[in-house]
């Protein structure tokens, strides 16, 4: 069974009433790592060796945050910058994070609706995204398009279950022989039908 690393940054996680459903259901599965780096790191020192440890220790990674100012909040960008160094994680000699997958998880307060051309944000998603996308084939890992939760302050009560599931029901799926060059022609995870609700 692949072992799954979900790298979780959240400022504000005690009020997210989305993230903390999201994460109370995979915090004790098995093969899943789940690492709160605001919590591990309140002052920002990230220990880059340890960081480095759990990427080597895990199949799957996540990042996993809200979408803050069409960004993840601050520590991620952070833990990017020290903990993929040249020569380890990318570079002539960096080739320890290749065919590792790795994808977003995010949530937005914004609807779907307002993440295109038409929408006030002017972009999509994975427009946003593209960073995260282009660190991941810098390292030679295995990109995948975003699970994302989106128009969370209206999210009702049963569409947040809904979510829930498709999220367990993606990391059992990837745990297992799931071929991933089947989900590159989606733009969200959790649109795949495969993931029934």
């Known amino acids: ?17 989305v993230n903390s459903t999201l994460v109370n259901r995979l915090k004790n599965k098995v093969h899943v790592t789940f690492h709160d780096l605001y919590e591990n790191y309140p002052n920002f020192h990230i220990n880059i060796q340890r960081e480095q440890e759990l ?16 960004s993840s909040p601050a520590i ?11 020569n380890w994680a990318y570079g002539p000699e960096g080739k320890v994070l290749h065919n590792k997958t790795i994808f977003n998880v995010i949530t937005t307060g914004g609807s779907r609706e307002v993440y295109c051309t038409e929408g006030y944000n002017t972009y999509t998603i994975n427009e946003f995204l593209r960073p995260y996308e282009q660190t991941a084939k810098l390292c030679g890992m295995n990109y995948l398009s975003p699970f994302a939760v989106m128009g969370t302050h209206n999210l009702s009560d049963e569409d947040l279950l809904d979510y829930t599931n498709q999220y367990e029901q993606l990391i059992d799926l990837l745990q297992g022989d799931f071929n991933t060059t089947q989900l590159s022609n989606c733009s969200f995870l959790n649109d795949l039908e495969i993931l029934t609700t």
């Open 55 to 70: 990427l080597l220790q895990h199949d799957i990674i996540i990042w996993h945050h809200p979408l803050y100012w069409y």
């Open 1 to 17: 069974m692949k072992k799954v690393l979900i790298l979780f940054a959240h400022p504000k996680f005690e009020q997210s009433r």
């Open 76 to 86: 991620l960008k952070q833990w990017k910058d020290l903990v993929l160094e040249f």
